[in-house]
């Protein structure tokens, strides 16, 4: 059975698969621009008997230009059918969804007609209801004990379109950033029901304005609805991971899924403006916006906003301020059961065999009993690891150009409860490290890595973070820039739907890296070619 979706949204996906822009499909077709812009935005609706479809299906059908194309339209048209393959050719496919579509499009506007024309025929009866005074006098000073009215400014308006909308919010927010000593500074954002398929461009622009205004010393409150819809999760971790490690965000979730703002946006900043954004019809994406300057309007947004956070909502993530806290969390997570995914630039500290470390951590001069703390971490990390490798599978993902840093450079990107730093490593300690991984590849059948490229599109890439995931137990970041001697930001997130993205998102990060870059037998043969590069170069190191 088809999803029901409207045929602007429908073709929009369609356009955005193929990377293909509606000027382009305008010209192709041979219709004026303003008439796809119609289509996708829902103002039109292409009539039955038309030729637009069959000219739109042929258009999309000779334009997919290579494979990943071909894999992100597939996509799509698998998440338009409920995630059953649907029959035929991949043109026939298309024709089939922008059909369905178009049907659900204009049995929509049958049903808006039919409301609009009850709505007419009750309009008497609507001039003749009482007042609220009249029928429960006694709330007539309910509301903050006042009968005040107050005008709306000149400067309130009401925006339509969705990137409007955005980019009116974008100026909110720079507007906010030049404003230097302002008194709480709190920015206030929902993320419902964006449709970033639409908008992406935008939504990036509007990042970028949040951490230029926490960088000004704003802090932000986020109110995220969840469901079951992984795709739209994920499109917001691609959204928030920037925000989320400044450690300035406070992040929460809708716990009651039937809570009113579910099908809304709400942008507020502080004593200067906000954006209250509705639907105007039926399952539809948000299309118009009450802009608000008046600061008697922008005050009681923002006190809903709050009483939605105390009565509706959780917190999302955790920071950790003491990193003896998040070491304990860290081990904790790995004597769970589950499989574990972990991303980092390079090898993480468990890869090093216990002598190994605890050379390194002499080397630090650091006390004694801290040594034994770590160690002691360490033990009960592989110990966990030891117990579950038989039944769960452990996958990590490094830098590829991390192991040219090690073993070139001999830089390593050394992790211990107070800090990471970049420490060098001696050329015995690398082939150790080395010698050990291929040790864990070989005995375990359940542990593999893979090396993704630099240019991948993922915000997982990052040289200066760490991921891990423990399936339906946790979800660990931590953020650090040795090089700037920034402070680390470490949190964690518990909530299941979140930690279900990461582990999806994981995953498809996993199949996009080439299978030589992740087959067992080639990195093998790859890290052993390192060593012997390494014991080649150095003929002098005695062990060799």
Known sequence: MMTNMKFGECLSLLLSALDISMNQLSKAINVDSSLVSR??????????????????????????????????????LLSLNKNEELDGNIKEKMKKV?????????ECKKREYLKKKNQLASK?????????D???????????????????????????????????GISLLEYAINQ???????????????NTTKSHY????????????????????????????????????????????TGRIRLYYLDKYGTCIASKETYIVSDIGALSCFPTEPYSEITCSFYLKNKAGVNILKNYFNAIIANDAKPLIKYHTKNIEYHHKLTELEESIGNRFQYKYCFTTFTLTE???????????????????LLDFHKRQFNAFLSSIKYYQYKDIFLANSIEDLVMHKRFYFDYYEETEIINMDVEDIVELL?????????????????????????????????????????????????????KVQLSIEENTLIKAFEEYFKQTWEQIAPINKDKNEIIIMLQDQIDILKRTYLSISKF
């Open 39 to 76: 289509w996708v935005s829902g103002k039109r609706i292409p009539a039955y008997n038309t030729i637009y479809i069959d000219s739109i299906t042929e258009y999309f059908s000779r334009n997919i230009k290579n494979s990943f194309q071909e894999q992100n339209l597939n996509k799509v």
């Open 98 to 106: 922008l059909l369905e579509s178009q049907g659900y499009s204009m």
């Open 124 to 132: 008497d009866q609507v001039f003749n209801f009482v007042s609220m």
């Open 134 to 168: 009249q029928i429960c006098p006694e709330k007539q000073n309910s509301i903050n004990n006042s009968n005040q009215t107050i005008d709306l400014s000149n400067e309130d308006k009401i925006i339509f379109g969705i990137e409007n909308i955005i980019s009116k």
């Open 180 to 194: 230097q000593y302002k008194k709480n500074k709190i920015i206030y954002i929902t993320y419902n029901n964006v």
């Open 202 to 245: 935008k939504l990036m622009l509007l990042r970028n304005a949040l951490l230029n205004a926490i960088n000004n010393g704003w802090e932000v409150f986020f109110l995220l609805r969840l469901d079951n819809n992984i795709n739209r999760i994920i499109r917001f971790i691609n959204f928030i991971h920037p925000i989320m490690i």
């Open 355 to 373: 002598n190994l470390l605890e050379k390194v951590l002499r080397k630090k001069n650091l006390p004694n009993d801290e040594i034994l703390m």
């Open 435 to 487: 010698q050990n991984i291929i040790y864990l590849l070989k005995t375990y059948d359940n542990y593999n890595i893979a090396f993704m490229p630099k240019n991948n599109d993922n915000f997982l890439k990052s040289v200066n973070s760490y991921c891990a995931i423990k399936e339906r137990q946790a979800v660990l970041f931590e953020t650090f820039n040795p090089l700037k001697d920034l402070k």
